[in-house]
């Protein structure tokens, strides 16, 4: 089974091809601004890496986020009318569930974290791996880094693109007893994919047309109306 | 040829099927009515969080509604330019992922162009050159259009969208979201000459608007009425802000239009759906030897059969949007290329 994985939620843009345990293609581009400009033609040239055409790939998988909001808009978008103009399967992902994924051979607590465009907001997950795969512990959190630190009571490993600033801050806390280490990476199209094949080969898929971003937060806008 | 048309723009998610730039197949449109009458007007990011849910069912919708597949769809065109970023990103990036996966041409849109076109989907022999005047919530302007799809901006507003006035003024009075319809049907029952409302420019030697003057004017008179105990003729309030200003569009697109010498003017956007501003262009255009032109009421908000029609006839052109194609949300109407 062909899966294109691809991931727009962190300033970056990711594209991914698989089969099996394979990667056939990978491109990942820095994507500030321009994640719409460029995400069609990283797409194509995945594809055309992998000596594939578009409908030669046998099911999707998206990064739903969390991430920067414009960012996961255009990724959920591209993914869902991927899926619905090839009439192939796709599978949302969740691009911090891709993040632990990274670290699957940990095990301690795996603690995946995004940052949420200002220093004090960070989207973040822990997860701990079971028979190969990671399985989520809790709720998403939303919150600042030292609300974060206060869930952490025993070794984990930080995993995302900003690992290592995370890292030195929660070990510049001092939780005693407890070891810190970290994977700075980010989230790939082809973790995406892997993800998503998982899923597709159990003939689980979602509803394309249904498939929303998670934002995780909502709009300034919703809070203040649920205030009044 | 089959345009699949996509619009994000502002508030609105459609998409709609038209075949050659004339006859449309299904033209689908999802409102977030529901979400501005909660906030009192359009959240940016409410509005493109809302286009992302709902943008798939509506392109499949309009499919269904044509009788077509995804396979009949011989070119893509959906609005790129002139809106809200986050929304005009929601459509672009739809419209893109579809012109890939089903190997067919893209073709970007200007907004303004968009409603430029709904008037020649409603009126086929709606003749060049002629005199146009685009008028909803985002935008005022008077356009010379000289052939299809070739523009010569001669004035703009310099303050608030007429539309926009609408809106604002409804709003103060607690009439309720949108404006313009709200207006409308207050105004029915009122007095036009109940209150003298200033008519911003109307004596100007250029084309350009000014309604912000105006808003403040009702505002005050509102004001100074409550502060004094006295009565609040609604109706009359509406029907006088109405008149102002329905005479200063009317009788600035009438000036242009015999100072460019044209027999035709075309007038569209949400605005145009007015039906005080309708019946006083029909009485001045006549007064003036000039056929006037409307869209249908369908045609006059936001849709996705303006933006198929306007493509084909870009595309008909020989222009086509590339796969990197970006949204820009404020460029003049005059710079539109097809090629970016």
């Known amino acids: 089974m062909k899966v294109l994985g691809l991931d727009t939620s962190h300033y970056l843009n990711s594209v991914g091809i698989i089969e099996g345990e394979r990667l056939l293609a990978g491109v990942t581009s820095s994507a500030r601004s321009d994640s719409l400009v460029k995400i069609i033609a990283n797409i194509d040239f995945a594809v055309k890496r992998a000596g594939l055409t578009l409908a030669q790939i046998d099911g999707f998988g998206v990064g739903l986020g969390p991430g920067s909001w414009t960012g996961i808009r255009v990724g959920v978008t591209v993914g869902k009318m991927l899926a619905y103009a090839t009439g192939k399967p796709i599978c949302g992902v969740s691009t911090l569930e891709a993040l632990a994924r990274e670290a699957f051979n940990a095990n301690t607590l795996i603690c995946s974290i995004i940052g949420g465009g200002t220093k004090d907001m960070i989207y973040a997950a822990l997860y701990r791996q079971l028979n190969g795969a990671v399985k989520q512990e809790g709720d998403y959190y939303v919150g600042s880094p030292s609300g974060l630190a206060h869930l952490i009571k025993e070794n984990v490993v930080i995993v995302g693109q900003e690992a290592d600033f995370y890292a030195e801050y929660i070990k510049s806390l001092n939780i005693p007893d407890i070891k810190i280490t970290e994977i700075k990476t980010i989230p790939q199209g082809s973790t995406i994919a892997s993800l998503a094949q998982a899923r597709l080969e159990r003939g689980d898929k979602d509803n394309a047309l249904a498939l929303t971003p998670l934002y995780l937060k909502e709009s300034a806008a919703r809070i203040y109306q649920e205030v009044k | ?340």
């Open chain 2, 1 to 340: 040829m089959l345009v699949l048309g996509i619009e994000t723009s502002c508030d609105e998610t459609a998409a709609a099927l038209v075949e050659d730039g004339r006859t449309i197949l299904s033209s689908v449109i999802a409102t977030q009515m529901d979400l501005l009458k909660k906030y009192g007007g359009v959240v940016p990011e409410v509005a493109a969080r809302r286009h992302t849910e709902l943008i798939g069912y509506v392109i499949e919708e309009a499919l269904n509604k044509a009788g077509k597949s995804k396979e009949d769809i011989d070119a893509v065109a959906v609005t790129a330019k002139q809106g809200l970023i986050g929304c005009l990103l929601v459509g672009t990036a739809a419209a893109k992922t579809m012109s890939y996966a089903l190997n067919v041409p893209l073709i970007g849109i200007h907004h303004i162009e968009g409603h430029i076109f709904a008037n020649k989907l409603s009126n086929p022999d709606l003749p060049y050159p002629h005199v146009c005047l685009t008028v909803s919530g985002g935008h005022t302007m008077i356009l010379y259009v000289a052939e299809n799809c070739h523009y010569e901006l001669m004035g703009t507003t310099v303050d608030d969208a007429a539309g926009e006035a609408f809106d604002k003024v409804a709003k103060f009075l607690g009439l309720g979201f949108p404006g313009g319809p709200v207006i409308d049907k207050a105004a029915q029952t009122g007095n036009i000459k109940a209150y003298k409302f200033p008519r911003p420019l109307i004596y100007a030697k250029n084309y350009d608007f000014s309604f912000s003057g105006l808003k403040t004017s009702v505002i005050n008179t509102f004001k100074e009425q409550v502060a004094n105990h006295e009565a609040l003729p609604l109706p009359d309030i509406a029907a006088s802000f109405q008149e102002a200003v329905v005479d200063v569009l009317v009788a600035k697109t009438i000036k242009a239009a015999l100072e460019r010498g044209v027999k035709a003017l075309s007038v569209t956007g949400g605005v145009s759906a007015n039906r005080r501003l309708r019946a006083n262009f029909q009485t001045a255009a006549e007064r003036n030897g000039l056929k006037v032109f409307f869209p249908s009421l369908s045609l006059c908000t936001d849709n996705g059969a303006m933006v198929a029609a306007a493509g084909y006839s870009r595309l008909m052109r020989g222009e086509r949007s590339t796969l990197e194609l970006d949204v820009i949300p404020s460029t003049p109407l005059e710079m539109t290329r097809g090629q970016d």
